[in-house]
């Protein structure tokens, strides 16, 4: 979906599908060189990271394996409630793994700290976030991202996998919901 075709339900457009191709090139470069010779395992947290996921790993050069694990706060709002909840869990073992997990946003940080506890349980050898996008004036944890994508204003945003009511994740770009959208 192209954001020029739903111009009436987007406010401004905040990052760009080259923007966000550019930006996975370069931290799988990153990523690459830090996981030298090692078994990576990319974690996926569905669905908004399926985009990032699935184009992050495309760009990277060594062989890695993915899982997925979805968990929600959101339910159908726009705002997290930082209550989690379990939808899929993970089929790999992490024991012993190099995991990066990959995230489409950064809101409050509230669940992505609830998830860093839940498999460090698990006995992964290392814990690293890959995020796309993170809202600083959002944050009520403070999550160290290793490789990170863009900041971007706490405004509701979709696109690239982000989602209102399951609509927008096929749009290209990363844009401001419109509040007569939502509201």
Known sequence: MDSREIEADLTEVLVTEQQIRDKLAELARRIEADY?????LLVGVLKGAVMVMADLARELRPHVTMDWMAVSSYGMGTASS???KILKDLDSDL????VLIVEDIIDSGLTLSWLLGNLASRGAASIEICAL???????????????LGFDIPNQ???????????RYRNLRDVAILAPHVYS
């Open 36 to 40: 030298e010779g090692r078994d990576l």
């Open 82 to 84: 930082g209550v989690v």
């Open 95 to 98: 024991s012993g793994r190099d």
């Open 133 to 147: 996008l993170r809202k600083p004036d959002a944050a009520k944890v403070e999550i160290d991202v290793k490789y």
């Open 156 to 166: 509701f945003v979709v696109g690239y996998g982000l989602d209102y009511a399951e």
